[in-house]
Structure formats: C-alpha cells, structure tokens
C-alpha cells in the first residue's frame, strides 16, 4: 500500500551539497509525519528532519542550519537539501512516512562525503 523510493544520493566532496527525494506518500492528516533519518555503520538509525502539522520541522541539532527539508504534496514528495556536508554526514539516508500508527521506510540511499 506505502512504498517509499528514495533518490538523489551519491559521493560528494565536503562542502558539497546534494538534494535528496523521496516519493510515494504525503501527509494528509494532523498525525500524519514524513521525515529522513540516517544510518552510520554500526549506528542506530537518527533523526535527521522531519515534517508535520502545517509545516511544522523538526531537525537534529548536528544539521541545523546546513540542512532543509521541504515537501511538494501534489507530487506525494518529500525532499532533503544538504548544505555544506562534512566528512561525519555520512551515512544511508532514509525516508520515514508516519501515518500515526505505523512506520514506512524507504530502502535507503548512501550519502558519502570525502575528499
């Protein structure tokens, strides 16, 4: 019924950016959530965003300010703008769609920073 195709990663130099989709859900009621989350090797998956109730976002402290997401619901897209990546933003990138009972993930893309 949910399945999540997440595209956009990739290797980039530090500093870089890449933009992140995910497409096959949006939210369309108040408990409905749609946000991204990654994985570091030998990590538990983390919060990097996520997007709610009218808009409302929440971010993991360590992307503050580099990172922005933002969705498009007549496409059922969500998106991850990735600024000024650092070596440690490395990791599989996950997209998550809540629809206020169950989890739906994505199969992940690798986000790779390195010179």
């Known amino acids: 019924q949910v399945q999540l195709v997440e595209s956009g990663g990739g290797l980039v130099q530090p500093g870089g950016s890449l933009r992140l989709s995910c497409v096959g859900a949006?939210?369309?009621?108040?408990?409905?959530?749609m946000g991204w989350y990654y994985q570091a090797p030998g990590k538990q998956r983390e919060l990097v965003a996520n997007?709610?109730?009218?808009?409302?976002?929440n971010y993991a402290d360590s992307v503050k300010g580099r990172f922005t997401i933002s969705e498009d619901i007549t496409k059922n897209t969500v998106y991850l703008q990735m600024n000024s990546l650092k070596p440690e933003d490395t990791a599989v990138y996950y997209c998550?769609?809540?629809?206020?009972?169950?989890?739906?993930w994505g199969q992940g893309t690798q986000v790779t920073v390195s010179s």
């Open positions: 998550l769609f809540y629809d206020g009972r169950t989890n739906y």
């Open positions: 949006r939210r369309r009621f108040s408990s409905d959530v």
């Open positions: 997007i709610r109730w009218q808009g409302r976002t």
